[in-house]
């Protein structure tokens, strides 16, 4: 198990938590549980409670609605912080690939945390960053599937051949 110290050098690493202060950092490394699971354990499914965010120390997540997968997220990625901020339910499910070692951040305590307006700025600037990610990916997968759709209409007949 880690020792607060070491969650806190932890959380130093991690890039949602950048722009929090040392002390915001600390309250979170001091709130947070250690969780270990083994591969192929479901953290939380679709339409679940928001209830908690979790930061993968060690591992791989697979976050996927029903059997299409959506992402699959490792060692320094956060899970489940876009539920906790909404009290919606999840969105989609996280099952571990491989055995994998977690911080958990309760959403009770986030909250509790998160009172201090400067640590909510910081939270959400790095949402809107991630969010910023995640649309500029899908336009450049859509961009990559249109030219996939010209090239196939490219490589096939003009006409098809009649047969008798």
Not at 60 to 66: K, L, R, S, T
Request: some cysteine; aromatic content about 8%.
């Amino acid at each position: 198990m880690l020792s607060t110290t070491e969650k806190l050098v932890f959380l130093e690493t991690i890039s949602f938590f950048s722009t929090f202060s040392p002390e915001q950092r600390a309250e979170i490394a001091a709130a947070t549980c250690e969780v270990h699971y083994e591969a192929n354990t479901t953290l939380f499914k679709t339409g679940d409670a928001g209830d908690a965010l979790y930061i993968i120390i060690r591992g791989q997540v697979h976050i996927h609605q029903g059997e299409e997968t959506l992402v699959y997220r490792s060692d320094g990625d956060c899970i489940g912080e876009i539920a906790i901020l909404d009290d919606a339910p999840r969105t989609a499910s996280a099952t571990t690939e491989v055995a994998t070692q977690l911080l958990k951040l309760n959403q009770e305590d986030f909250w509790r945390i998160v009172k201090h307006i400067e640590f909510a700025k910081g939270i959400f600037r790095v949402l809107t960053h991630k969010l910023r990610e995640e649309i500029k990916s899908k336009v450049q997968l859509e961009y990559e599937m249109a030219e996939a759709r010209k090239i196939q209409q490219l490589m096939l007949p003009k006409s098809l051949p009649v047969f008798p």
